[in-house]
């Protein structure tokens, strides 16, 4: 009897009616002021650069958002980036770019790593999971990337000894570890993350990622309920490609970080719907999340035909950072209704749509 009482009791409040009574949306209270317009730095880039950081102009127009864009030609074979780019930032505080082309071997230095370096975006963030509606071998990734940006194998200390033989020299130092370890536990706690992997080579580096993870195992200590762990990078990327559920938020150095991001971010869904930025103590550039593609080839460029997804979902964590959550809601919601859709899709994602025929379906469902 008991028993039917209480199915009755759960039936009823399952009911559509009370359901449409009891259901609340969330309530965010604005601070006075929080409504003001941000006026944000915008880098249109190298390759795809120009075309998926105007899809990003559109949809901000589009939804009234209160931003204004603050826009700067910048390229990757320039000597060095325009001082007013700099002083824009830092005025503004928040960029969002598209790709700089970083020439390989000879020539100049990455004007990437030059802006991480001037503004101490030590914090590279790169999320990694499955979208709903597009096909995948693995099912339940959902892997954050939290990466070192400022030292390591990026230090760019490199010179000739002798005639044929080149020295490089990878720099870690216990304050820049310390503080990468501390900003991914934070993370974890303030996002209800469970565990955190630090991804090293310590087997054989023993010196310098001895002294990463000794940094993370310190950090660690200060947060008893979130799991931590450490796992190998050769070891990291098998398991990636085989298990990556298993992983939750890694914690890494630069270069072991840009590599598992752009692997995790492929068995995910691809690096055209992954979002990403840097950020620092006063500063935060938003990009797309996995440096693979970023720039593009040079037929996407032609046909016009880049993916607009990973920078538009790396402007609605911009959205975020600067407090306007339902701006952001709004649009994350409206590029899963597409790529839920399947109608329109770029051919990454298995379709032959041009950028502009996916920002206009991102656009129509942004009522």
């Known amino acids: 009897m008991a028993r039917n ?15 449409c009574c009891t259901t609340r949306s969330v309530t965010y209270m604005p601070r006075p002021g ?16 120009p075309l998926v950081t105007g899809a990003v102009e559109q949809v901000m127009e589009t939804m009234h958002a209160p931003i204004v864009f603050e826009k700067y030609e910048v390229h990757g074979n320039m000597k060095k980036i325009p001082e ?21 071997g000879g020539g100049v230095s990455s004007l990437n790593v030059h802006l991480r370096k001037e503004l101490d975006l030590f914090a590279s ?22 990466r070192e940006n400022t030292e390591g194998e990026y230090a760019g200390l490199e010179h000739e000894v002798v005639p044929g033989v080149v020295e490089s020299l990878k720099v870690i130092t216990k304050f820049c570890s310390e503080r990468i370890a501390q900003y ?25 990622d001895g002294l990463f993870l000794e940094s993370c195992r310190e950090i660690a ?16 990327c098998m398991q990636l490609v085989s298990k990556p559920e298993q992983f939750d938020v890694m914690v890494t150095p630069n270069l072991y970080g840009n590599l598992v991001s752009n692997v995790a ?16 103590p006063d500063h935060a550039v938003f990009e797309q999340g996995a440096s693979a593609g970023n720039v593009g080839k040079s037929e996407l460029v032609e046909d016009k035909k880049a993916n607009p997804v990973a920078l538009l979902l790396s402007s609605a964590m911009m959205l975020r950072h600067l407090q306007f959550p339902s701006f952001a809601d709004r649009l994350e919601t409206a590029v899963q209704r597409v790529i839920e859709d399947g109608q329109y899709r770029t051919k990454d994602l298995g379709g032959n749509s041009t950028t502009q025929e996916v920002v206009d379906a991102v656009l129509a469902n942004l009522g």
Do not use: W
Request: aromatic letters at 4%; glycine letters at 12%; hydrophobic letters at 40%.
């Open 5 to 19: 009482q209480s199915l009755q009791i759960l039936k009823q409040l399952t009911s559509p009616a009370l359901r």
């Open 34 to 49: 929080d409504g003001d317009t941000r006026t944000v730095t915008l880098i249109p880039g190298d390759g795809i650069g």
């Open 84 to 104: 007013g780019v700099v002083e824009s930032i830092k005025k503004n505080k928040v960029c969002i770019k598209g790709g700089l082309m970083t020439p390989v």
């Open 125 to 146: 963030l790169v999320h990694c999971f499955n979208v709903k509606g597009l096909p995948t071998r693995h099912r339940n990734v959902d892997i954050v990337v939290i």
């Open 184 to 208: 991914a536990f934070e993370y974890a706690y303030l996002n209800n993350r469970k565990k955190v992997t630090a991804v090293h080579k310590a087997n054989i580096m023993k010196l310098a």
């Open 221 to 236: 200590a200060q947060y008893p309920t979130i799991e931590y762990n450490e796992i190998i990078v050769d070891n990291c």
């Open 265 to 280: 971010a492929g068995i995910a869904g691809g690096t055209g719907v992954m979002p990403g930025g840097n950020v620092g």
